[in-house]
């Protein structure tokens, strides 16, 4: 299956797109600090393969011996979006599988007048809003021609796309 | 250094963590990070113990792993490496992230991440101090590199770049020094290594008077 995971790092700065398809890596797309954050190590995993720590149980003579160890997984594998998360997580950064029908409006958001935070936050509650992408495309897109045509009204349509952004981030709260 | 590493007696203290560039103290931050308020404390010793080829369920290519046995009250750690003073931040980060709260029968936390994080920056501190105390000779150009490093670790130095008349290999040094302690990859510390030697080199090649300028032109970069 193919998948689209944004990458942000621990202050919410988009660094990048990662195209996957059934876990192992398609294609990566970095931005000008994804490259400074995170290009060093993509080209170490293109050739050694992404660390991912693994733990097995050992018996030993009536004991037992948890053992950690690392393997470094091809980014071809089905693994590589897995090991990929892990290494984020431990970095500080977010990894966020989007779904494909979000792509549109994600791309909208890119190009809004947003702090990153905000942007962050407003992908959160786009994936989180299952049955509604649509309401949230027509909100990006109409922002999004406002910002094209210099329409005033671009400031309301901030203020709404951050008030559904409130709901969709209250609504993902509550189900957790 | 290995006296600061001996000198502390933390909660959770760390055997031979200077191989490692892990100090007790730093290690039992981390722990504590781990701990949830009212449960037990835990009480963790890691040993970065000597080579064992690894076997069982273990591949043989395995250059890092960590064992975990309870021992009582306590849980023992054991880092088996074949190169401990080698190992990069993925590899050590990566073993202590999953072995140590596995340990600790806790889930890792923002804090514990934090606080992990914590470790490999001063690990990574101990690193540059060192290549730099054996790579740049001279006590002067050292000093200026080490008071970057104190700067750089508080997050305070704000250096002037180009525009100096100052050499190149000079500025590429601090430059290089700055990357490495903010940088955890593979690729840094190597390249740190790398423009150490070029200025050693080149320090070789200058006179009295060019030393005086250059060591006048980092202070200046740095101040």
Same mark, same amino acid.
């Given at each position: 299956?193919?998948?689209?995971?944004?990458? +942000?790092?621990?202050?919410?700065? +988009?660094?990048?797109?990662i195209?996957?398809?059934?876990?192992? %890596?398609?294609?990566?797309?970095?931005n000008a600090?994804?490259?400074?954050?995170?290009?060093?190590?993509?080209?170490d995993?293109?050739?050694?393969?992404?660390?991912?720590?693994?733990?097995?149980?050992?018996?030993?003579?009536?004991?037992?011996?948890?053992?950690? +160890?690392?393997?470094?997984?091809?980014?071809?594998?089905?693994? +590589?979006?897995?090991?990929?998360?892990?290494?984020?997580?431990?970095?500080?950064?977010?990894? @966020?599988?989007?779904?494909?029908?979000c792509?549109?409006?994600?791309?909208? @958001? %890119?190009?809004?007048?947003?702090?990153?935070?905000?942007?962050?936050?407003m992908?959160?509650?786009?994936?989180a809003?299952?049955?509604?992408?649509?309401?949230?495309?027509?909100?990006?897109?109409?922002?999004?021609?406002?910002?094209?045509?210099k329409?005033?009204?671009?400031?309301?349509?901030?203020i709404?796309?951050?008030?559904?952004?409130?709901?969709?981030?209250?609504?993902?709260?509550?189900?957790? | 250094?290995?006296?600061?590493?001996?000198?502390?007696?933390?909660?959770?203290?760390?055997?031979?963590?200077?191989?490692?560039?892990i100090?007790?103290? $730093?290690?039992?931050?981390?722990?504590?990070?781990?701990?949830?308020?009212?449960?037990?404390?835990?009480?963790?010793?890691l040993?970065?113990g000597?080579?064992?080829?690894?076997h069982?369920?273990?591949?043989a290519?395995?250059?890092?792993?960590?064992?975990?046995?309870?021992?009582?009250? &306590?849980?023992?750690?054991?880092?088996?490496?074949?190169?401990p003073? &080698?190992?990069?931040?993925?590899?050590?980060?990566?073993?202590?992230?999953?072995?140590?709260?596995r340990?600790?029968?806790?889930?890792?936390?923002?804090k $514990?991440?934090?606080?992990?994080?914590?470790?490999?920056? &001063?690990?990574?501190?101990?690193?540059?101090?060192?290549?730099?105390?054996?790579?740049?000779?001279?006590?002067?150009?050292?000093?200026?590199?080490?008071?970057?490093?104190?700067e750089?670790?508080?997050?305070?130095?704000?250096?002037?770049?180009p525009?100096?008349?100052?050499?190149?290999?000079?500025?590429?040094?601090?430059r290089?020094?700055?990357? $490495?302690?903010?940088?955890?990859?593979?690729l840094?510390?190597?390249?740190?290594?790398?423009?150490a030697?070029?200025?050693?080199?080149?320090?070789?090649t200058?006179?009295?008077?060019?030393?005086?300028?250059?060591?006048?032109?980092?202070?200046?970069?740095?101040?």
């Amino acid at each position: 299956m193919h998948a689209v995971s944004l990458l +942000f790092d621990r202050h919410h700065v +988009f660094l990048g797109e990662i195209m996957s398809r059934d876990g192992g %890596l398609e294609r990566v797309l970095l931005n000008a600090e994804g490259e400074r954050q995170v290009g060093p190590y993509m080209s170490d995993w293109q050739t050694r393969g992404v660390p991912i720590v693994r733990e097995v149980i050992q018996a030993t003579q009536g004991d037992t011996l948890e053992v950690f +160890f690392q393997e470094r997984v091809p980014v071809r594998s089905h693994e +590589f979006w897995t090991a990929l998360d892990r290494w984020s997580e431990r970095h500080g950064m977010v990894l @966020l599988r989007i779904p494909a029908e979000c792509m549109r409006a994600w791309e909208g @958001l %890119l190009r809004l007048p947003l702090t990153d935070v905000e942007r962050f936050s407003m992908t959160v509650a786009l994936r989180a809003s299952d049955n509604d992408h649509a309401a949230w495309h027509e909100a990006v897109a109409e922002a999004v021609g406002a910002l094209e045509t210099k329409d005033p009204s671009l400031k309301k349509k901030l203020i709404e796309l951050k008030k559904m952004m409130t709901g969709g981030l209250m609504k993902k709260l509550q189900e957790a | 250094m290995k006296e600061r590493f001996a000198e502390q007696q933390p909660p959770s203290p760390i055997l031979n963590g200077e191989r490692v560039g892990i100090s007790g103290a $730093a290690f039992s931050k981390y722990v504590s990070a781990l701990e949830e308020p009212g449960k037990k404390k835990s009480h963790l010793h890691l040993v970065v113990g000597e080579w064992k080829a690894p076997h069982g369920k273990v591949p043989a290519t395995t250059e890092a792993y960590v064992t975990a046995r309870k021992v009582g009250g &306590e849980t023992k750690l054991e880092l088996h490496a074949m190169h401990p003073e &080698e190992l990069d931040e993925d590899t050590l980060g990566g073993l202590l992230s999953e072995a140590v709260p596995r340990a600790m029968d806790m889930k890792t936390s923002p804090k $514990a991440r934090l606080a992990l994080e914590a470790v490999m920056v &001063e690990r990574r501190r101990e690193q540059v101090v060192k290549e730099i105390q054996l790579r740049v000779v001279d006590t002067g150009i050292r000093y200026i590199c080490e008071q970057l490093i104190k700067e750089a670790v508080k997050g305070e130095t704000h250096m002037k770049l180009p525009g100096s008349e100052v050499h190149d290999a000079g500025i590429e040094l601090l430059r290089s020094i700055k990357t $490495a302690l903010r940088d955890g990859s593979h690729l840094a510390l190597p390249e740190l290594q790398r423009t150490a030697e070029k200025f050693a080199a080149l320090w070789q090649t200058l006179a009295p008077k060019e030393r005086d300028h250059m060591r006048r032109n980092l202070a200046h970069l740095t101040a």
